[in-house]
C-alpha cells in the first residue's frame, strides 16, 4: 500500500494581509471623521455644541485627544517659524517710529505758531464777516416772509370771503369757497400753523352749513305744513274753474285775524337777530282772492329744499337727506289725513280737511317733478295709497254721522272736485270714486229718515175727509199736484155753477204724492256729477223710490193704520186713499223716465214696487175697518141686559138692537167710495159679528138658567137683525148671503121656539136637515139652562099636572138623547 502524501499547511500569509488592510481603512476612516471635527472646531463661529457632542458621543475620544494635540503642536510650531521670520522688520518699524515723533512735534509747535499769527490778522475779517452774515440772513428772512405773505394772503382772503358768505347765508358759493380752500390755498401753507387750524375747521364749516340748511329745511316743512290749505284751496279753485264748477264749493268761511308772525331765528353763525315784524291785519279771503291768479306752486318757496338737496349731496350725505325728508312728509301726511274732530258737523271742517290733503300732494307732485330722486314715482304711490285708504276711513266715519242731506250733496262735490283735482296732477282717483258710491246709500239713508218725519207731518196735519173745491182754480191746482182721471169732476168743472164739488180723496193724497216726487229730485241731485249713463241714474233712482215707497211709506201707513185713536170713518178714508196712490205709481215712473232721460220701456228697467205696498196697505186699512166696526158693534153689545128669567116678551126688539142697526146702516151709507167688494165684506163681517155675539150671550157659562119668554124677546132682537141684514145696507148686497150669518142662530131659536126636538133628532147629521147648523152641545147647553129654569119653577109652584110631568119627561129624555150625541152613543128613540 502506497505511503499517503502528507497535507500542505495553509499559507496564513494571505489571510491576515486582508485583516491588517481593513484595520488600516477603520483607522483612516476615524483620523478622517476626527479631523473634520478640529476643522469644524477651527472654522466655526457660532457654538460647538453639535460638534463637541458628536466627539464625546464617539467611541474614539481618547483616539481624538491624541489627534487634537498633535493639530495643537502643528499650529504652534507654524506660529514660532513665522514670528522668527517677521521679527527683525518689528524691530526697523519701531526705530523709523521714535524718528517720525521728533519730527511731529516740532511740526506741531510751528502749526501752532503759524496758527497764532493767523488769527491776529483776521479779527476784523471775521468781524466783518459776522456782520454781513448777519445782513444776508435778514434779507433773507425779508424774503421768506414777503413771499409766505404772498401765499398766506390769498388763502386768508379766501376764509374771509367764506365767513362772509356763511353770515350772509349763501351756502352755495361757501361750499364752492370750502372746496378752493381746501383743495387749492391751503395745500400752498401747509407749513404754517394756521392751515393746519384751518383744515381742521372745514368739517365743522360743512357740518355747520349742513346744519343751517337743515335749519332752513325745518322752517319750510313747518311753513309748508302751516301752508298747505291755502295751497289745496288755490289748485281746487283752479279745478273748479277747469271743470265748470262752481267756485265757492271750495272756500271756507273765514274772518279777519290779526296775524302775528314769529320772530326770525338767530344766524347760526353770528348770532345776530333781526327785528321782529309789526302784526298784520289781513283777511284771509282777500289773500285767497289775490293767491288765486297764481299757481299753487308759486305759493311757496321751495329754495330750502332745493339748497338742501345740493348741499347734502355735495357733501356726499345725499341718501341721509331723502331719508330724513321723506319720514318728515310721511309724519305731516298723516297729520293732514288725521280728521278734525267733529267733522261732521261743519261743511267748512270737510272743506279744510280737504284743502290740506290736496295742498299736500301738490307739493310732492311739484317735489317730484323739480328734483332728481329726491321722491320717485314709487314712494309717491305708496304714500297715495296709504292716503286713500285714510281718507275713505275718516269720510266713512264722518259722513256716517251727518244726518243733513243738504251737507252731504256739499261733501260730495267737494270730494269730486277733490278727484278732479288730484286726477290732474297724475294721481289714482279711481278708489275715491267709489267712494261716492257707498255715500249714497248713507245719503239715501239720511233722506229716507228725512220723510219719516215729512209723511208722519203729513198724516197728523190731514183730516181725513175728502177734498172740496170751490171753484175752478182750486180745482186746478189740485190736479196740477195730483195726477187724477176722474169723468164726472172733468165733466161738472166745464159748468162754474156746479161747485162745490169734492174729490174721493183727501190731501194727504197729493201731499204724499208731491214728497215722493220732491224725494225721487233729491236722489237725482246726488247723481250730478258722477258721470253715469242714464239708464244707471234711473236705475239708482227706482231702487231708492222703491226703498222709499216700501220701507219708508210702507212703515209709516202701517204705523198710521195701527193708531187706536182713528175712528171708522178716517180708515176708511185711507183706504179709498190706497186706491188713488196705487194708480199713481205709474205717473211716478213716467216722471223718473222724463228726469233721468232712460226709455220707459226698457226692459231692464226696475219697477217701482209701490202699487203692491199701497196694496197691502190699503188691505191692513181694511182689515182694521173690519176690526174697528167690530169694536163699535162690540160697544152696542156691551149695553145688552137680557133678564133670562122673562116669563113672556115685551113685543118689540132691545133699545141696543135699534141703536146698532141705525148706526150701521149710517155706517154703511159712508162706504159708497169704497171698492164695492171691500164694503161687502164689511158688512158680512158686521153681520157674522153680531151673530156670534148673540150666539155667546146665549151660552155664556155665568146664565145658568133662562126662560122661553127671555128667547122669545131675544128671538125679537134677532129678527130686527135679520130684517137690517135683508135690507140690502150695501148696494148690491141683496143676493141673501148677509142673512145667512143669522142662519146658526136663527135655527137654534127655532128649534127651541117651535119645540121641534123629534125632527132635530131624526135628521141628525143629514145635510137636508131643517136645523143642520145646530151643534148638539149648543143646543144641550141651552136645554139645561131651560131644565134649570123649569126646575126652580116647579120649586115654586109644588107638585105638576099631568101635562107638566110629560112635558119634564120629555125633556128629560131630549137631554139624554141630545148627551148621547156629545158623547158620540146616539141611542134611538122608540116610540
Known amino acids: 500500500m502506497a505511503e ?51 466627539v464625546y458621543e464617539g467611541k474614539e475620544l481618547s483616539k481624538f485627544r491624541i489627534r487634537l494635540d498633535d493639530k495643537i503642536r502643528n499650529h504652534d510650531r507654524e506660529i514660532e517659524r513665522m514670528c522668527n521670520f517677521h521679527y527683525q522688520g518689528f524691530i526697523d518699524s519701531i526705530r523709523e517710529l521714535l524718528t517720525v515723533r521728533q519730527d511731529a512735534a516740532k511740526l506741531k509747535d510751528e502749526v501752532q505758531q503759524v496758527d497764532q499769527h493767523l488769527q491776529e490778522s483776521c479779527v476784523p475779517l471775521m468781524t466783518k464777516g459776522e456782520e454781513l452774515v448777519k445782513c444776508r440772513r435778514i434779507q433773507g428772512n425779508i424774503a421768506t416772509a414777503v413771499e409766505s405773505l404772498n401765499l398766506c394772503l390769498p388763502v386768508l382772503e379766501m376764509y374771509r370771503k367764506l365767513q362772509e358768505q356763511m353770515t350772509s347765508r349763501r351756502f352755495y358759493p361757501a361750499l364752492k369757497t370750502l372746496e378752493q380752500l381746501e383743495h387749492t390755498y391751503l395745500p400752498r401753507v401747509n407749513s404754517h400753523w394756521f392751515a393746519q387750524t384751518m383744515a381742521d375747521d372745514i368739517p365743522k364749516q360743512r357740518e355747520s352749513i349742513k346744519e343751517a340748511s337743515m335749519s332752513d329745511l325745518k322752517d319750510f316743512l313747518e311753513n309748508i305744513r302751516k301752508h298747505s290749505g291755502k295751497i ?37 353763525f353770528t348770532g345776530e337777530v333781526d327785528a321782529p315784524p309789526p302784526p298784520v291785519i289781513q283777511d284771509e279771503e282777500d289773500e285767497i282772492e289775490d293767491s288765486a291768479e297764481l299757481s299753487a306752486q308759486d305759493l311757496i318757496d321751495f329754495s330750502p329744499v332745493y ?78 295709497e296709504m292716503a286713500v285708504s285714510k281718507l275713505a276711513a275718516s269720510l266713512r266715519t264722518n259722513t256716517v254721522q251727518c244726518k243733513d242731506t243738504s251737507m252731504l250733496l256739499d261733501v260730495k262735490n267737494l270730494i269730486i272736485l277733490f278727484c ?11 278708489h275715491v270714486l267709489e267712494l261716492l258710491l257707498e255715500m249714497r246709500d248713507q245719503y239715501n239713508d239720511v233722506l229716507t229718515r228725512q220723510w219719516v218725519d215729512i209723511f208722519n207731518e203729513i198724516f197728523s196735519e190731514d183730516n181725513y175727509t175728502p177734498i172740496y173745491v170751490e171753484s175752478i182754480e182750486e180745482y186746478t191746482a189740485i190736479v196740477t199736484q195730483f195726477p187724477i182721471q176722474d169723468e164726472n169732476l172733468e165733466r161738472f168743472i166745464k159748468l162754474e155753477e156746479s161747485f162745490p164739488k169734492r174729490f174721493p180723496f183727501s190731501q194727504f193724497v197729493p201731499d204724499v204724492y208731491n214728497q215722493v216726487k220732491a224725494y225721487i229730485n233729491a236722489c237725482l241731485k246726488y247723481s250730478a256729477d258722477l258721470h253715469l249713463s242714464h239708464t244707471e241714474i234711473d236705475d239708482m ?13 210702507g212703515s209709516c201707513l202701517s204705523s198710521l193704520i195701527k193708531k187706536p185713536s182713528l175712528t171708522l170713518l178716517q180708515l176708511i178714508q185711507i183706504s179709498i186713499n190706497m186706491n188713488y196712490l196705487e194708480k199713481s205709481c205709474l205717473y211716478l215712473e213716467e216722471y223718473i223716465s222724463s228726469i233721468t232721460g232712460a226709455q220707459n220701456d226698457s226692459v231692464h228697467m226696475a219697477r217701482l214696487h209701490g202699487t203692491t205696498m199701497f196694496k197691502d196697505a190699503k188691505s191692513d186699512a181694511e182689515e182694521h175697518i173690519y176690526k174697528q166696526l167690530n169694536l163699535k158693534i162690540d160697544e152696542f153689545m156691551d149695553l145688552a141686559s137680557y133678564d133670562w128669567l122673562l116669563p113672556e116678551a115685551k113685543g118689540h126688539a132691545s133699545g141696543y138692537v135699534i141703536d146698532l142697526v141705525a148706526f150701521l146702516q149710517s155706517t154703511f151709507m159712508s162706504f159708497t167710495n169704497l171698492p164695492e167688494k171691500v164694503a161687502k165684506t164689511a158688512c158680512m163681517s158686521a ?112 107638585s105638576l099636572n099631568k101635562k107638566e110631568r110629560d112635558k119634564k119627561k120629555l125633556l128629560d129624555t131630549v137631554l139624554k138623547q141630545l148627551r148621547g150625541l156629545v158623547n158620540g152613543s146616539t141611542q134611538q128613540i122608540q116610540g
Open 541 to 553: 233712482i227706482r231702487k231708492s223710490t222703491n226703498l222709499l215707497l216700501t220701507r219708508t211709506l
Open 307 to 384: 339748497r338742501c338737496l345740493h348741499i347734502y349731496s355735495v357733501l356726499g350725505d345725499r341718501e341721509r337727506f331723502e331719508t330724513y325728508y321723506r319720514k318728515q312728509r310721511w309724519k305731516q301726511a298723516r297729520l293732514s289725513l288725521q280728521p278734525p274732530s267733529n267733522m261732521h258737523e261743519s261743511l267748512d271742517s270737510f272743506k279744510r280737511y280737504f284743502h290740506d290733503i290736496v295742498g299736500f300732494f301738490v307739493v310732492e307732485d311739484h317735489i317730484l317733478n323739480t328734483t332728481q330722486g329726491l321722491v320717485n314715482r314709487a314712494y309717491i304711490d305708496e304714500l297715495w
Open 687 to 798: 153681520c157674522k159679528h153680531i151673530a156670534n155675539s148673540l150666539k155667546e150671550f146665549l151660552l155664556d157659562n155665568e146664565i145658568r138658567q133662562l126662560t122661553m119668554g127671555s128667547l122669545q124677546q131675544f128671538n125679537l132682537d134677532l129678527i130686527q137683525c135679520e130684517q137690517f141684514a135683508a135690507s140690502e145696507p150695501i148696494p148690491g148686497a141683496n143676493d141673501g148671503n148677509l142673512t145667512l150669518a143669522f142662519a146658526g142662530i136663527r135655527q137654534l131659536l127655532d128649534l127651541f121656539l117651535n119645540w121641534d126636538w123629534s125632527l132635530y133628532l131624526a135628521d141628525y147629521g143629514q145635510t137636508n136637515s131643517k136645523y143642520v147648523r145646530v151643534q148638539p152641545q149648543v143646543a144641550l147647553s141651552l136645554l139645561e139652562k131651560l131644565h134649570n129654569a123649569d126646575k126652580k119653577k116647579n120649586t115654586i109652584f109644588g
Open 4 to 54: 499517503a502524501t502528507p497535507k500542505k499547511p495553509p499559507d496564513w500569509k494571505h489571510i491576515t494581509e486582508p485583516i491588517h488592510d481593513a484595520e488600516s481603512l477603520k483607522q483612516e476612516s476615524i483620523n478622517a471623521n476626527h479631523d473634520h471635527l478640529i476643522t469644524e472646531i477651527e472654522t466655526s463661529d457660532g457654538p460647538l455644541g453639535t460638534t463637541l457632542r458628536a
Open 420 to 430: 278732479h283735482t288730484l286726477r290732474g296732477y297724475g294721481f289714482s282717483v279711481g
Open 232 to 268: 289745496g284751496e288755490v289748485a281746487m279753485l283752479h279745478a273748479a274753474e277747469q271743470n265748470n264748477m262752481d267756485p265757492a264749493i271750495v272756500k271756507a268761511t273765514r274772518k279777519k285775524t290779526k296775524k302775528r308772525r314769529a320772530p326770525p331765528p338767530p344766524n347760526p
